[in-house]
């Protein structure tokens, strides 16, 4: 048995180490770009959910407010 191994090997193994070692900074960069838009979405959402909640406190603040006019005996 010989110690050497064929070139098609070896080249094989070395384009696959290539392609790996060259795609991983770019699969880095768009994972953190996807974390910042995931993070962005939640921001974006829970003031959404938060001018709902004024808007409710609002609606409720108005109502009170028209139920005291309407109590006001008129002369």
Same mark, same amino acid.
Not at 22 to 46: C, D, F, K
Not at 59 to 66: D, F, S, T, Y
């Given at each position: 048995? #010989?110690? #050497? !191994?064929?070139?098609?090997? $070896?080249?094989?193994? $070395?384009? $696959?180490?290539? =392609? !790996?070692?060259?795609?991983?900074? %770019?699969?880095?960069? @768009? &994972?953190? !770009?996807?974390?910042? %838009?995931?993070? #962005?979405?939640?921001?974006?959402? *829970? %003031?959404?959910?938060?001018?709902?909640?004024?808007?409710? &406190? *609002?609606?409720?603040? !108005?109502?009170?407010?028209?139920? =005291? &006019?309407?109590?006001?005996?008129? @002369?």
């Amino acid at each position: 048995m #010989t110690d #050497t !191994v064929n070139a098609q090997i $070896t080249d094989a193994v $070395t384009q $696959t180490n290539v =392609k !790996v070692l060259g795609e991983g900074p %770019a699969e880095a960069v @768009a &994972i953190a !770009v996807q974390a910042v %838009a995931h993070a #962005t979405s939640l921001s974006v959402e *829970n %003031a959404s959910q938060a001018q709902g909640g004024m808007q409710q &406190i *609002n609606n409720a603040a !108005v109502g009170a407010l028209i139920a =005291k &006019i309407l109590e006001i005996p008129v @002369a």
